[in-house]
């Protein structure tokens, strides 16, 4: 390698830049005191040469290396006072990952070298550890942009028409029978024909995927050792995980959106900027906290030692310091416009949404996003809470943010379950949570609806455990939530009893067939339509094996059926178009006739009275939508015997076409208003009204 004779260079932009003639760093850094730009081999395994970068322009260290190209491997080393009191913690003898790069080489190896502080000492992270981190972490790659889109560009599908597919890169891909071995568990297994062809063929519009910004394999954690499944965790906000790449090449990631967005289907990123994978004061120094540990991340004000933390994860990072809410904003940014993804779902988004300590709509993070003109292109989804103080907040999130909305996943769970109470809420959930979400002129997909989701049960499980299953875990079945309404339907676990399976099955059709009949945006998990089980455990994380990824080769019969069964009800809720709208119902009449754009009707085929809605032991309900030339009517009934059921006489004229029956059990076609039928137990049924 030649040896380089460096420039100045410039401050922006930030991460390693490459121009056709060289290559420009810039590292943001408020109070170190000397910065070393560290080049390695193309292994990263052997440093080869040091520069010391002289230039500091409004906090921004910058350098110019003439000559230099892509696929350059470089790390940085930052000094300035080690005093972890005062929330200094530089320590030059580890290596840093730059936080802009966007490719990195090497693993991660659990060592006492990548601690800013000596394991054994007394004196815990007050301690100053002197071995060299280097041969222990990943390094930064200088990567150039050549690649063709050949014309592709995010899809922009509008929210109505929006369902999302959540799953895990790896576990979705390396169990399947028709991914070249070199690619499962990768982007490019993600990519190939049979997962792009399955998820087309199952119609859902956007694949919403766990965090792939690079997290690096596995922790320790209690004493324990796990491997840290997930990726919530990460460590850079630009590089992707590289066990993802089959390749090592980032172009990767790019010919996947592009084989997605060829098929029509969204690309949405899990993404983690509210802490990172160093975590509080005993983790390790691996790129932030020792660039810049107090511009970096919140500290206690009372003793800037230890982290500020609403995360649950060690301590909560600091988008409130202007140079990290760039960098957020700079990473959204590239991951939407170079990366030509579609949207983002942000972990624990109130934690970035906070001003000071507080959430708030004027934070920020909140106030950047809303007038970027990348993210109001976007699909912007929070999970709207965390574990600080003050820290849920569904419903809160400004206009142009959609939420998950956890009160319809228990309402519905619970509805299904059999529990008494629930039908009044279960209503308005279904209509899109107007309670919730109807202010400020947000949209009625502003609800993101889901029953399930990577944290909790699965669907198979929901109906097979009366409680979590957590041991493998290593942490005596104490993690996870304990609250996941959930009935095993008669036994817990696996059982032949065929009674049993028959209701497990009727009740996750129920549960589905709600979801997608409901209004707001549904987002289904991978696996839950052909009843993917964790066996009882509702906390994998840490599962990297059989437990979670995708069991395609053991999917049975029955669960083929109920795949197919998703299928069509996908075809409906697009067919049907009433879920097609922005605004929120009225419960008002919409034509001289007096129909309103919503009705609820008892089994009686009468109108909710309040008297109705009051009645606790109620466990059937129905709605009827009028578009202005069509109506659906909806019928959800959770007990356990078939009911009869009178239909409302809308119109004498008219005929009731059946759509869909969640029991399998229903045979009548076409029925006339004012006729009594008998809907089967723990069923939905779908009709559309026609002359």
């Not at 802009?100 to 007050?126: C, M, T």
Request: charged residues 25%; negative net charge; aromatic residues 14%.
């Amino acid at each position: 390698m030649p040896s380089f004779r460096p420039q100045p260079g410039n401050p922006y932009p930030l991460g390693s830049t490459y121009d056709g003639r060289g290559v420009n760093f810039a590292l943001f850094s408020a109070h170190a005191e000397k910065v070393e730009l560290c080049l390695f081999d193309e292994s990263g395994s052997q440093e080869i040469e040091r520069f010391e970068i002289l230039e500091n322009d409004h906090n921004i260290w910058h350098l110019y290396l003439p000559g230099a190209r892509p696929g350059l491997v470089y790390g940085y080393r930052v000094y300035g006072p080690y005093k972890p009191q005062e929330g200094k913690r530089f320590n030059p003898h580890k290596l840093l990952i730059d936080p802009y790069g966007r490719q990195l080489v090497g693993k991660l190896i659990w060592h006492e070298a990548i601690f800013g502080y000596e394991w054994n000492s007394p004196d815990k992270d007050l301690s100053f550890n002197t071995l060299d981190s280097a041969p222990y972490v990943p390094k930064s790659v200088v990567v150039g942009d050549t690649y063709d889109w050949e014309g592709d560009k995010p899809l922009e599908h509008k929210f109505e028409e929006t369902i999302i597919y959540e799953t895990h890169v790896k576990g979705f891909s390396n169990l399947h029978p028709k991914v070249p071995d070199h690619e499962r568990g990768t982007f490019g297994g993600m990519k190939s024909k049979s997962i792009v062809s399955y998820l087309k063929w199952l119609g859902i519009t956007a694949v919403e995927l766990l965090p792939i910004h690079a997290f690096f394999g596995n922790r320790h954690k209690k004493g324990y050792i796990v491997d840290n499944y997930w990726g919530y965790e990460s460590f850079t906000f630009f590089a992707p995980e590289q066990s993802y790449l089959s390749r090592d090449s980032i172009n990767e990631f790019k010919d996947m959106v592009k084989t997605m967005h060829a098929n029509n289907i969204e690309v949405l990123l899990d993404v983690v900027y509210n802490h990172t994978g160093e975590g509080n004061q005993m983790g390790p120094t691996l790129c932030y906290r020792g660039i810049d540990n107090e511009s970096y991340y919140m500290l206690n004000p009372e003793n800037k030692r230890y982290y500020f933390d609403t995360t649950g994860c060690g301590a909560s990072f600091n988008v409130y310091n202007p140079y990290v809410l760039r960098l957020v904003m700079d990473s959204l940014r590239y991951w939407a416009e170079e990366m030509h993804v579609d949207g983002f779902r942000f972990d624990l988004a109130t934690t970035v949404a906070r001003y000071n300590t507080d959430f708030s709509q004027y934070s920020g993070f909140l106030y950047a996003t809303i007038q970027d003109p990348a993210m109001r292109r976007s699909k912007l989804i929070a999970e709207p809470w965390d574990v600080g103080f003050g820290g849920y907040q569904v419903g809160a999130f400004p206009p142009g943010w959609a939420e998950w909305n956890d009160k319809y996943r228990d309402v519905v769970r619970r509805f299904w379950k059999g529990d008494q109470a629930q039908t009044p809420e279960l209503a308005s959930r279904i209509a899109g949570s107007s309670d919730i979400f109807n202010h400020d002129n947000r949209n009625i997909w502003s609800s993101i609806n889901f029953v399930t989701a990577h944290d909790g049960f699965t669907l198979r499980d929901l109906v097979s455990y009366n409680a979590k299953h957590n041991c493998a875990n290593g942490e005596n079945n104490c993690d996870g939530s304990n609250s996941n309404w959930s009935w095993n339907s008669g036994a817990e676990g696996e059982t032949d009893n065929r009674v049993i399976e028959n209701n497990r099955y009727a009740r996750s059709r129920a549960m589905l067939a709600t979801l997608l009949l409901s209004f707001g945006t549904p987002m289904l998990l991978a696996g839950d339509e052909f009843a993917h089980t964790q066996f009882g455990n509702n906390n994998p994380y840490c599962q990297d094996n059989v437990l979670t990824w995708i069991a395609w080769e053991a999917i049975s019969q029955d669960n083929r059926t109920c795949a197919r069964f998703v299928k069509k009800l996908i075809q409906l809720r697009k067919k049907l178009k009433i879920f097609d709208r922005g605004q929120f119902f009225s419960g008002k009449p919409v034509n001289k006739n007096g129909v309103k754009d919503i009705t609820w009707y008892t089994e009686k085929g009468t109108e909710f009275t309040q008297d109705d809605w009051h009645d606790t032991s109620r466990k059937a309900l129905s709605y009827s939508v009028f578009t202005g030339s069509r109506y659906v009517l909806c019928i959800f009934n959770s007990n356990y015997n078939e009911l009869s059921w009178k239909l409302p006489d809308i119109d004498p004229e008219m005929s009731w076409r059946l759509l869909l029956d969640s029991s399998l059990k229903f045979n009548d076609g076409r029925l006339e208003s004012n006729r009594t039928i008998k809907v089967p137990g723990w069923s939905v049924l779908c009709f559309e009204i026609k002359k």
